[in-house]
């Protein structure tokens, strides 16, 4: 079967804009998350969700970054107003259940704001 | 101190040579450790997972955890050229959803 799909693959956008990441976790998996890795370093939480509800928001970095999973299967993390500091590779990840289950990533977005 | 701290690299051994990769974490009460390997540009794939204390074998990787001194690692037999990667590990806090927290990496490198 299909793994978790994440696009873009790579986003390039000018400082102040919005942008869009999308996450398409494994079918039927009920927990996901976001994971934010800067160059040379392991990923960090964002968020976590169980189906279509947000359980956990404390690793977003600012209000300006927003995540749903409105029907609890596909993601979209939102970014407003970019800042440089968002530059990063933004993974998405999925697990049957959570719980201290094994998660499958996706390959992730690259994220540059020039 | 980090919550996850991994040995400082690079690390470079030969091939055929046995590779060792630790990590020490703060949270005495951590349940679940995993290993995961990640290819430059690649995403992290999980290589290894350990729950309890001792040993745990598949193929040519065994995953060591000690909850005691709160250390866990992996060793790599008979390292291949396809093995240089970064190696992250990662543990669950006690929580009921188990969010990852991750060490920096270590960078593996086996030359021929």
């Known amino acids: 079967g299909a793994g978790v799909s994440q696009s873009p693959r790579y986003k390039v956008a000018k400082r102040g804009q919005d942008v869009a990441l999308r996450c398409d976790p494994i079918?039927?998996?009920?927990?996901l998350f976001w994971y934010q890795q800067a160059l040379g370093q392991g990923p960090e939480f964002l968020t976590y969700?169980?189906?279509?509800?947000?359980?956990?928001k404390s690793g977003l970095p600012s209000d300006r970054f927003f995540a749903e999973r409105p029907e609890g299967s596909v993601s979209t993390l939102k970014i407003q107003r970019t800042q440089q500091e968002d530059s990063a590779v933004y993974l998405c990840?999925?697990?049957?259940?959570?719980?201290?289950?094994?998660?499958?990533f996706g390959d992730g977005t690259r994220l540059s704001i020039l | 101190q980090k919550e996850v701290e991994q040995n400082s690299g690079p690390l470079s051994v030969p091939e055929g040579a046995i590779a060792s990769l630790n990590c020490t974490y703060s949270?005495?009460?951590?349940?679940?450790f995993f290993w995961y390997r990640q290819y430059s540009g690649k995403s992290p794939e999980l290589i290894m997972s350990?729950?309890?204390?001792g040993d745990k074998e598949d193929g040519r990787f065994t995953a060591q955890l000690n909850k005691a001194s709160q250390y866990v690692s992996l060793l790599i037999r008979d390292s291949q050229p396809s093995d240089s990667a970064t190696y992250l590990c990662?543990?669950?806090?006690?929580?009921?959803?188990?969010?990852?927290?991750f060490g920096q990496g270590t960078i593996l490198t086996v030359h021929p």
């Open positions: 350990i729950y309890s204390n």
């Open positions: 990662a543990v669950t806090p006690p929580t009921s959803y188990g969010k990852l927290t």
């Open positions: 949270d005495r009460v951590s349940q679940s």
């Open positions: 969700f169980q189906n279509e509800a947000q359980l956990d």
């Open positions: 990840a999925s697990s049957p259940q959570g719980g201290g289950q094994p998660q499958h």
């Open positions: 079918s039927g998996h009920v927990s």
